[in-house]
């Protein structure tokens, strides 16, 4: 195992990440505060509470997986299409580098700086609302797993996408419907029970209703099927960035 | 000795169809600097890149050191250094960061001495600290080099080093491959500019479609393939070269007052003896006499020609 190589991606791409500061922490954590404001502050006071807990702080866990998701995504698939695009990626193929290692230095880079992300918008909605975890290993745990998946398949994004715009193609059409519909502002129970059918084809659903189960004990779904669920989905990415260097998809002629 | 690499017939064809190279069979030495020289487009990048493992080969194998590029591909790579025809560099990446990268991805543990040293050798010291984007093409490159020889390769590709570099850069270029000759390292640069190839190179392989067409000792190959020209000047100039020296291959040049006989040295009669004779016997006082043997430009233009 070249562990040096692991070293170096993750503390560059780190780095990257430090250099720009402002865009990489700043821009998730005005833009969370932005929705409290809007949502938990303005409109929020006019909602009653859902499952007893007050509006603003039931749109904690869904606003922390939106940054989370489109943050993963986009970090991770910027962090390997960039070097594609300049053509410095010549300099990771010909290394001595195994795909394993490759992957872990670029999507665990982008993973920690997700993780940390969430963490801080975590803190800074704690200015807001009053929070309360119930289960912290749990929230860890899908925290861990979404950022890691989703980094996951941001890199997959990057291998895929040959141009800018299709790099922001499907977090913009997939991702933040998905994120928006799956319950992020609202209580799937709230919706018309066909609606609530459909709704359950959303893998976002899974998430956030794992993952504010773990703040304030209450979910849409079983907990045991969202951690399936995203385990799932974790191991079709593995799967598919597996298979891409593999057959060298779009990184090797 | 066992050729440091070894490659057995090697082919590639792309998934546009483009068959970049056709069965191509080549070992190079150890310590030796191979220059591969052709047009843009004969398949020199293509088999550099599959040697260090950025193309996939569609068949054949290569052998660095005895060992697999694809089986044992970590100790094969880690015994290859790059640099790329491209000037492809992080735009905000320092100086001294890249190349520290560059060395810890191949797997060698950070050592500031010696990357200080290669920057101190490459005249990049005083840059280290500096953004590569504000260097200039000259130095970017030398960066690029910097990188390659980051994890202490035995085995160096230069891609078109000198594509678009100034003379003076060029030289400075040459030095430094003759150095890292010296150091023990081996060196396989593909160029197409023939006085690169003639000035610095062991042995030269000429490349054209996807084919080797030879691979000789430098010398030997100009001896082998060089035509060799004869100038003989006159003392008088002469209006047109006689009729009783018709069945030389001569032109007539200098307003007239040199005759240029063109022979081919692997020829077993060259006529120099009887044009001499045949000269003195039109009449003709000779002045001076001079031979010249053709470059590797000419004879690269020949084969590529005769292949085409």
């Not at chain 1, 703040?215 to 990415?237: K, P, Q, T």
Request: net charge neutral; with cysteine.
């Amino acid at each position: 195992m070249n562990l040096e190589a692991v070293k170096v991606i993750y503390r560059f791409e780190m780095l990257r990440t430090w250099n720009t500061l402002m865009q990489s922490v700043a821009s998730p954590v005005i833009s969370t505060s932005l929705y409290f404001i809007v949502f938990g502050a303005a409109i929020g006071s006019r909602i009653q509470e859902i499952d007893g807990v007050s509006y603003g702080a039931f749109i904690v866990p869904g606003l922390i997986m939106l940054s989370l998701l489109t943050q993963s995504i986009s970090n991770a698939s910027f962090g390997i299409f960039f070097p594609r695009f300049t053509g410095t990626i010549y300099e990771v193929l010909s290394a001595p580098v195994s795909p394993f290692e490759i992957v872990l230095g670029y999507v665990g880079a982008a993973a920690t700086k997700s993780l940390i992300i969430g963490l801080i918008i975590l803190a800074t909605a704690g200015l807001f609302v009053p929070l309360r975890v119930e289960h912290p290993l749990w929230m860890m745990v899908f925290l861990l797993l979404t950022c890691i998946s989703f980094s996951l398949f941001g890199f997959i994004i990057g291998i895929w996408a040959t141009n800018f715009e299709k790099l922001q193609l499907i977090p913009l059409l997939i991702i933040t419907p998905l994120v928006f519909l799956g319950g992020s502002f609202y209580s799937i129970s709230m919706l018309p029970p066909a609606w609530q059918t459909v709704t359950l084809f959303n893998p976002v659903v899974y998430l956030i209703s794992g993952f504010r189960w773990s703040f304030y004990g209450i979910s849409d779904v079983g907990v045991g099927v969202s951690v399936m669920m995203i385990v799932l989905f974790l191991s079709a990415c593995l799967a598919l960035v597996w298979w891409m260097f593999r057959t060298g998809y779009r990184l090797k002629q | 000795m066992q050729p440091v690499i070894e490659v057995k017939d090697l082919c590639k064809t792309y998934q546009d169809g483009l068959k970049a190279l056709d069965c191509i069979t080549l070992d190079v030495h150890r310590g030796e600097i191979l220059a591969l020289l052709g047009p843009n487009g004969a398949g020199k990048t293509t088999l550099i890149s599959i040697i260090c493992g950025i193309v996939s080969p569609t068949s054949g194998s290569v052998t660095v050191d005895g060992r697999d590029i694809i089986t044992d591909y970590r100790f094969t790579r880690q015994m290859i250094g790059l640099v790329p025809q491209e000037l492809t560099l992080g735009t905000f990446d320092l100086v001294r960061n890249t190349v520290c990268f560059s060395r810890g991805l191949f797997g060698k543990r950070s050592n500031p001495a010696y990357v200080d040293d290669l920057l101190r050798d490459l005249s990049l010291l005083n840059k280290k600290d500096q953004e590569v984007r504000t260097l200039s093409g000259g130095m970017k490159r030398r960066v690029l080099i910097a990188k390659a020889l980051a994890h202490e390769p035995r085995v160096l590709f230069l891609d078109e080093p000198t594509a678009g570099v100034d003379v003076e850069l060029r030289k400075d270029m040459w030095d430094i491959v003759r150095r890292l000759r010296e150091s023990g390292v081996t060196i396989i640069l593909t160029t197409h500019y023939i006085e690169e190839a003639e000035e610095i190179a062991d042995r030269v392989g000429v490349i054209n479609r996807g084919r080797l067409l030879l691979v000789e000792e430098k010398h030997m190959l100009m001896r082998k393939l060089g035509k060799k020209r004869l100038t003989v000047q006159l003392k008088e100039p002469i209006a047109r070269i006689p009729e009783s020296l018709s069945s030389y291959d001569l032109d007539l040049a200098a307003d007239g007052s040199e005759i240029i006989l063109t022979y081919d040295i692997r020829s077993s009669r060259t006529r120099i003896t009887a044009l001499l004779q045949d000269i003195k016997n039109a009449g003709m006082t000779l002045k001076d006499l001079n031979t010249s043997q053709s470059s590797l430009e000419e004879i690269f233009v020949s084969l590529v020609k005769e292949e085409a």
